[in-house]
């Protein structure tokens, strides 16, 4: 009785005073929906039915990243309008709208790709922050994000990782690089063994150093499969959509 009272005064809420989409501003049909039907269905996305779900299979993808040590990927679009607008805002203004719309549009990939049969992990889990930068952030958003998902997709979300404080890269060559940033990654201690897959989930993904170098330790924890996650991919270079 109290959710049906709940939701007749949003519905009557909203017909009083119609919430805007969050890109164009014009009223909204519907209460719980976030953009219009024109924004969504202007999104960009990715040609996922002609990768599996899988966007290592596309060259305008893959040739952006570093040689993956991961087996799968999944995005909801190159790091592009609108999604260029929305990510900073979430993590760097806390804009708390922003990041439901976006978790909203990953689940809702998630399931479309479910619904075609790619092959779900049992497990997620998320790139960490040192805690000096979450304690400053007040969130870390792919704890957030991967959060969301498994409550959606019902998986159990494990916090595997930590992070510790990074040496300045300043004045190092692309392997010390590469070591400084491995390094600063550690696998907490596991009550259990992990399952065979497991979905890591961060906001974006640019070269794929850090999910690489998260992968090792997935793999050194006896995980076969692993599932990168992410909003967003850098384009490879000379890529234009
Ligand atoms: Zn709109």
Known sequence: MINLIGALYRRCWHYLLPAQCMWCSLPLAEPKKQLCVYCQQALPELPYQL????????????????????????????????????IPHWKYYADLAAGQLLQQQMCHL???????????????????????????????????????????????????????????QRGLNRRQRLHN????????????????HVALVDDVITT???ANALTRLLRRAGVCTVSVWTLTVTPAPGYSA
């Open 51 to 86: 990768c599996h779900c899988n966007l290592l299979w596309l060259p305008a993808v893959a040739r952006g990243l570093k040689r993956a040590k991961f087996d799968r990927l999944l995005c909801l679009a190159h790091y592009q309008l609108p999604y260029q607008h929305w």
């Open 208 to 210: 794929g150093a850090t």
């Open 110 to 168: 998630l399931i479309r790709c479910k619904a075609n049969n790619m092959q779900m992990p049992q497990a997620l889990t998320y790139v960490p922050l040192h805690w000096r930068k979450q304690q400053q952030r007040g969130f870390n958003q792919a704890q957030l994000l991967a959060e969301a998902l498994g409550q959606q997709l019902q998986i159990p979300v494990l916090a595997l990782f930590s992070k510790e404080a990074s040496h300045s």
């Open 181 to 196: 940033l491995r390094h600063s990654f550690k696998l907490k201690p596991l009550p259990e063994p992990l399952p065979s």
